[in-house]
Structure formats: C-alpha cells, structure tokens
C-alpha cells in the first residue's frame, strides 16, 4: 500500500478510533519508557506513538523515529513539534541508520508485516539495541478476521484480495521464532482484540471498510459494484442489530541478549 498524505489523513482518523488508542497504551504499558532513555521509533506513521515515547522519555531522553513514507515523517514531525527530543528521518526498517548497540528500546507498530525481507529487519532492530534492550513489536494476523456477513463467499474474496495489501498476512504465528533467530529472547506475548458490534465512524472497523474498498475494487475481478454491496450489508446488519467485528493483533515484548 501507498501512504500519500490523503492516505496518511484517513489512517490519521483510524488511529483515533477507541481500539487503537486502546492498543497504544497496551504498548507503551508493556515496553515502560523510562526517562533519559533512547527510544526508537519504527514506521512511525503519523507520529501517535512516537509523541507518547518523547513525552516519556523526557528532555533527558532521545526518541529516533523513521518511516518510508515522506508524508509520514512530515506528518509525525508536526505532531512532535513541542519535542525538542524527537528525531525524524526517511529510512527503511532493513536498513536502520544508526550505529550498533544505540537504543534502549524500540517500537514497531503494523511495520513488520509489510516488509518482504523481515529476518533482515529483525537483524537490524537487534544491531541497533543496547545489549538488554527491548522491543515491543505489534503485528496482524489478518486471518482471524470474524465478519458477519449473509454473503460469506463474497466476504472471503473481498478478505483474499486485501491480503494482497501487504507482505505477511499471518506474521505473528512465525514472530516469535523469527525474534529468537535474530538474537533475541522473547519476554512476553499478549493478544489484542478488536471487537465491534456498531458500524459507528469512529470505530475502527468502520473505517477500515473504507480502506478496504479502495484497494480490493478492480483487483481480482472485484467490481465496483460488488464491493459497494459489501459495505452496504455491514451498514443494513448494524441497522438490523446484527453487526459483528472482531480482529486479532499480537504484542511481542523482546530482550537483546
């Protein structure tokens, strides 16, 4: 997927929806900034979690954040503005620019299951971390999607064809091996939820249904019309009572040896 600035706007709003606001204090939780520490930043989007990193590692501390994305970075250092400890760059997640054993902890959210090459990834998050240095990684499987629908082999194309929006569509179920041949031990494992029964615009659902129309229409023989009859039965089953949601991250706290 492409992340241009009208993308990165509707991603904006995703990532103010309840669930994942939910999922970011799960994170922050777990990976415990503590201040004076150097924190990274990896995929950094719009720059939510990076804000949350700066303000707790404090003006003693560093947060380095990187993203592919210009529009990201752009979006994330305007956000960060009120930090003078927050660091932006374009980088890639394969090829991190900083010197070995650099950080205290990093973060990568919703990053490491678009990345084709992801042992060279993890490779280089552990060069990067000080020995003892964690990581909090958040990865979807996407095949635990629950969708309500009266048309399940029209719901499971629609799902097929937005596999195709990333690299690894079932990353975390190979994660934790993946983790442990990159050097690091793996601390803790948790799973995060989310579930919605409303079709509301500031669920997260919701708004994924639009980011979905607008990549699975024309591909693999998706029309337009089928596609808009998709999301016109979620709007009809929330009318009726009868929506259901419900989609699986996982949340991997790792430690360099």
Known sequence: MQFDEKALRHLEVTYRAPEVAAQRRVLLETVAARAGECALDIGCGPGFVTEELARAVGPGGTIHAIDNSESSVAMARQRCAG???????????????????????????????????VRTALSELHRVLRPGGRAAIIDTDWHT??????????MARILRVWDE????PVLPRTLNLL?????????????ISYLDTEFKPEGYSYNMTKTIRGFVRDRQGITRQEVDAWADELRNLAQAGAYFFNLNRYLFLAEKK
Not at 147 to 153: F, L
């Open 165 to 168: 929006h990333l690299a690894h």
């Open 83 to 117: 930090f003078a400890n927050a660091q932006f760059q374009v980088a890639e997640a394969t090829q991190l620019p900083y010197p070995d054993n650099h950080f205290d902890l990093a973060i990568s959210t919703q990053v490491y299951e678009f990345v084709p090459d």
């Open 145 to 154: 999607i629950l969708w309500h629908s009266a048309d399940p082999a029209r």
């Open 179 to 191: 983790l442990r041949d990159a050097g690091f031990s793996v601390r803790e494992c948790k799973s």
